[in-house]
């Protein structure tokens, strides 16, 4: 698996491997892109982000973006025009990279791949199941960050 230079993998106790910034980001610059090929849910990996109802973009191969970990408090977000993790504000260098899961997935629980979360954040959601189980308050935060798809939900 080739690693970007710009960002690093690491093993953080507890939260497993991850990805930290090895330079500083500005608010709005690309870090990583999405790479993969669309599937069903069927056919695609836990590793797989939501596109549609059943539209996942997923890969056979292993990419640095497979160790981003999901973060209640998160430094970038996925820019679906640009197909691109790109930072929410300023990162510095050794910040680790995250983004809410929540802000693509839909239903984690139907297919077991709901989690306590470690994020370590102060506002942070202790588990996370997706999109579906927030309140309306918590779908309005995270409204900025949402996929197309999870936009047209909101009102759910």
């Known amino acids: 698996m080739h690693i970007p230079r710009h ?12 990805l930290i910034a090895n330079r500083g980001f500005k608010k ?3 870090i990583l892109p999405l790479k993969g090929i669309i599937r069903k849910c069927s056919e695609s990996t836990p590793d797989a982000v939501q596109l549609g109802r059943d539209r996942f973009i997923d890969s056979d191969h292993r990419y640095a973006e497979d160790h981003i ?3 209640c408090c998160p430094t970038m977000k996925i820019d679906f025009d640009r197909m691109s993790f790109v930072a929410i504000n300023d990162i510095k260098k050794g910040e680790e990279l995250t983004y809410s899961y929540l802000s693509t997935e839909h239903d984690l629980v139907k297919d077991g791949l ?16 997706g ?4 309140n309306k308050r918590q779908k309005l935060e995270l409204e900025p960050l949402l996929s197309p798809f999870l936009k047209k939900k909101i009102k759910d």
Not at 114 to 128: A, P, Q, R, V, Y
Not at 131 to 134: C, M, N, Q, V
Request: proline share 0%; net charge positive; with cysteine.
């Open 7 to 18: 960002v690093k993998s690491v093993v953080i106790r507890g939260k497993g491997r991850a």
């Open 28 to 30: 709005g610059e690309i």
């Open 69 to 71: 970990n999901h973060g």
């Open 114 to 129: 709901d989690f306590d979360c470690g994020c370590g954040s102060k506002n942070c959601l202790k588990k996370i199941r």
């Open 131 to 134: 999109f579906k189980f927030l």
